[in-house]
């Protein structure tokens, strides 16, 4: 197939450091094109890619010293080009949220719309309900709660390159803490669950400037506590050492999270996840195999003793098969083959989960 994955311009692909959406962007490019197909990759100039590049805009909005930029005008840009050569595709996958709607509307059938955030904002219905041509995809079943009439073709859980990270068989004596300084992300949790098991806590996270009062205010005085160290924002080089030297990730968020790929990043490195049971966490977490969901701060803390009994190589495993780059690859696939098989990408089309459950 002949098949365009069109980027958010938010972040590099993939990031330098944080960013969720391009990483999945990256990682599902370069396993179509291993699985042998023609794929062409709509983003910033630095990406990193196997597909062939069509670069649209010089560098990604958030690294992006100039003062002064609009995100919106980068995106229609890159749509415009996108549109321009719309014809030498037979599947072009938008990773815009629906910022491409009134621009393709004409050729909705030969397109996916993967959504990658929260569902659940007041205007979102109207423009899911106008636009009711083109098939969407959500990255875990709970993500599509808010909008359940919406023209959903499938789930597909989210995946990663084997080799990015590497095994480690061996914990050290640390909790882990990866993300974003922000109140939903909870780092404020994960501090209490460390002091409260008397285990030192690792935070390697990024603040950005809508959370600085609350990493000011609220979390950089939490960090004085001894056991407690600041890493910093890190990227892919370090988060293999940094995952798979942890005891245990600890993921004790505060909102519906879509998905969470920190978790399955801890899980290529062998390490198990202490998540809060939020969002799409029952979905990717496995209790007693991967990790533990727990539902309150007592039980957070109890379960960190716990996962020193875990089978690392187990937890790897379960990675390798269930959240592998090329499962997901697959995954979207066959998707887009039981579509075309019905000839039609109606709203009445077969919904098709499949998510990472082997």
């Known amino acids: 197939m002949r098949i365009a994955q069109v980027s958010p311009l938010y972040e590099a692909v993939p990031?330098?450091?944080y960013g969720g959406t391009e990483r999945v962007v990256a990682h599902l490019t370069d396993a179509l094109v291993d699985l042998g197909h023609e794929v062409t990759l709509f983003a910033s100039a630095e990406a990193r890619t196997k597909a062939r590049l069509i670069p649209v805009r010089d560098e990604a909005i958030r690294l992006d010293p100039s003062p002064l930029k609009s995100d919106l005008a980068a995106h229609m840009n890159a749509l415009a080009q996108v549109r321009a050569l719309a014809d030498d595709f037979d599947l072009i996958h938008f990773h815009t949220d629906m910022i491409h709607f009134?621009?393709?509307g004409d050729m909705a059938h030969r397109t996916l719309t993967t959504l990658h955030g929260r569902l659940d904002l007041k205007d979102l219905a109207g423009v899911y309900d106008q636009w009711r041509d083109f098939p969407l995809v959500s990255i875990s079943d709970h993500q599509r709660l808010p909008l359940p009439g919406a023209n959903w073709a499938g789930t597909v859980h989210h995946g990663m390159d084997e080799g990015l990270y590497r095994f480690h068989p061996e914990p050290g004596r640390y909790l882990a803490f990866l993300g974003r300084i922000s109140p939903e992300k909870r780092p404020d949790r994960a501090i209490e669950i460390a002091i409260g098991a008397g285990v030192p806590l690792r935070i390697a996270a990024k603040v950005d400037a809508a959370d600085r009062d609350y990493y000011e205010g609220r979390i950089r005085p939490l960090m004085d506590h001894p056991l407690v160290t600041y890493v910093g924002e890190i990227g892919d080089v370090e988060k293999s050492a940094f995952l798979g030297g942890a005891q245990a990730l600890l993921f004790p968020i505060d909102w519906p999270e879509p998905f969470?790929?920190?978790?399955?990043e801890a899980m290529a490195c062998g390490a198990p996840v202490i998540a809060y049971d939020?969002?799409?966490v029952p979905e990717v977490l496995e209790p007693g195999v991967t990790g533990l969901i727990?539902?309150?701060q007592a039980q957070?803390?109890?379960?960190?003793a716990q996962t020193a009994r875990y089978d690392r190589a187990a937890i790897r495993a379960r990675f390798e098969a269930r959240f592998s780059a090329r499962a997901m690859a697959q995954r979207y696939l066959d998707l887009h083959a039981v579509r075309a098989a019905t000839r039609t990408l109606a709203p009445t089309a077969p919904d098709l989960t499949l998510a990472a459950s082997a």
């Open 15 to 17: 990031p330098r450091f």
């Open 294 to 296: 727990v539902r309150s």
């Open 102 to 104: 009134p621009f393709f």
């Open 300 to 304: 957070a803390i109890a379960a960190v």
């Open 278 to 280: 939020c969002g799409s």
């Open 260 to 264: 969470g790929l920190v978790m399955i």
